[in-house]
């Protein structure tokens, strides 16, 4: 019997784990994804005829953040977001031709014009925003079904830095504008395929006026008054509690 592997089998953004919410060790397939030296960690899309084997779960990964460690879910992270990657790039952009997985690189080959498709990162920006000593402002995302109040996030456009994106969502999706941009961390975020940068920043002038079919509500909240907050391991939840507690950026996560 060969050696079996870790292996990250998803459907979609739902990730195959035992009850205990560790994936299973398998035997390598031709189709499989390797991501680590040798065939030690794989990543496979789940057919749809295939049989959940008894003992294990399909699980959104977003729940496994805070179960996991950081290192664990991005792991994971990466393992999706190169799925999805070779999901969406089985047609050449180029001429249409059907592409081939490159032998020793992340690449998507066309074997009639030669064009590679390599995977894709896209950047956002995500912004904790004080105002004085002890408020944070948290806004609620318009198109959540719960009650949970996050950041200041979005994508990057073409032709800016992550400083002047910053200072735009903030313009666009709150009405004010922000001072002291500093940068302290990232987290890859596999929704598809997503770079979140986080920054600090402090409020300098404005109303809160509302982009409405983006944020339902927005408010300055009191260090000691917080709403319901993103979930522990994820990098806004890092982010709040490095401006209220001075905890390091990078110690904040359930490692």
């Given at each position: 019997m060969s050696e079996l592997s870790l292996a990250y089998i998803f459907h979609h953004d739902q990730l195959l784990v035992d009850v205990n919410f560790q994936p299973p060790k398998v035997e390598?397939?031709?189709?499989?994804?390797?991501?680590?030296?040798?065939?030690?960690?794989?990543?496979?899309?789940?057919?749809?005829?295939?049989?959940?084997?008894?003992?294990?779960?399909?699980?959104?990964?977003?729940?496994?953040?805070?179960?996991?460690?950081?290192?664990?879910?991005?792991?994971?992270?990466?393992?999706?977001?190169?799925?999805?990657?070779?999901?969406?790039?089985?047609?050449?952009?180029?001429?249409?031709?059907?592409?081939?997985?490159?032998?020793?690189?992340?690449?998507?080959?066309?074997?009639?014009?030669?064009?590679?498709?390599?995977?894709?990162?896209?950047?956002?920006?995500?912004?904790?925003?004080?105002?004085?000593?002890?408020?944070?402002?948290?806004?609620?995302?318009?198109?959540?079904?719960?009650?949970?109040?996050?950041?200041?996030?979005?994508?990057?456009?073409?032709?800016?830095?992550?400083?002047?994106a910053v200072q735009r969502e903030t313009l666009e999706e709150v009405g004010i504008h922000v001072k002291n941009i500093e940068y302290l961390a990232s987290q890859p975020w596999p929704f598809p395929s997503n770079l979140m940068l986080a920054f600090k920043a402090e409020y300098q002038s404005g109303d809160l006026v509302l982009q409405e079919e983006e944020i339902s509500d927005a408010q300055f909240f009191k260090f000691d008054q917080l709403p319901e907050i993103p979930i522990a391991g994820s990098i806004a939840y890092r982010m709040i509690q490095h401006v209220i507690h001075n905890s390091p950026i990078n110690q904040c996560s359930a490692d």
């Amino acid at each position: 019997m060969s050696e079996l592997s870790l292996a990250y089998i998803f459907h979609h953004d739902q990730l195959l784990v035992d009850v205990n919410f560790q994936p299973p060790k398998v035997e390598k397939l031709d189709n499989d994804l390797c991501f680590q030296a040798g065939d030690q960690v794989i990543a496979r899309d789940l057919n749809p005829d295939d049989q959940i084997p008894e003992g294990y779960q399909l699980i959104p990964i977003r729940q496994l953040i805070s179960l996991w460690s950081t290192a664990e879910f991005e792991q994971a992270s990466r393992a999706v977001q190169l799925l999805e990657w070779r999901r969406n790039h089985k047609f050449c952009s180029h001429c249409g031709h059907e592409t081939q997985v490159h032998p020793s690189e992340y690449a998507m080959v066309c074997p009639d014009c030669s064009y590679r498709q390599y995977p894709r990162v896209q950047p956002c920006v995500i912004t904790v925003i004080t105002r004085g000593t002890d408020e944070i402002l948290l806004a609620k995302n318009a198109n959540s079904k719960s009650q949970m109040y996050g950041l200041i996030a979005g994508f990057v456009e073409v032709g800016e830095t992550l400083e002047e994106a910053v200072q735009r969502e903030t313009l666009e999706e709150v009405g004010i504008h922000v001072k002291n941009i500093e940068y302290l961390a990232s987290q890859p975020w596999p929704f598809p395929s997503n770079l979140m940068l986080a920054f600090k920043a402090e409020y300098q002038s404005g109303d809160l006026v509302l982009q409405e079919e983006e944020i339902s509500d927005a408010q300055f909240f009191k260090f000691d008054q917080l709403p319901e907050i993103p979930i522990a391991g994820s990098i806004a939840y890092r982010m709040i509690q490095h401006v209220i507690h001075n905890s390091p950026i990078n110690q904040c996560s359930a490692d």
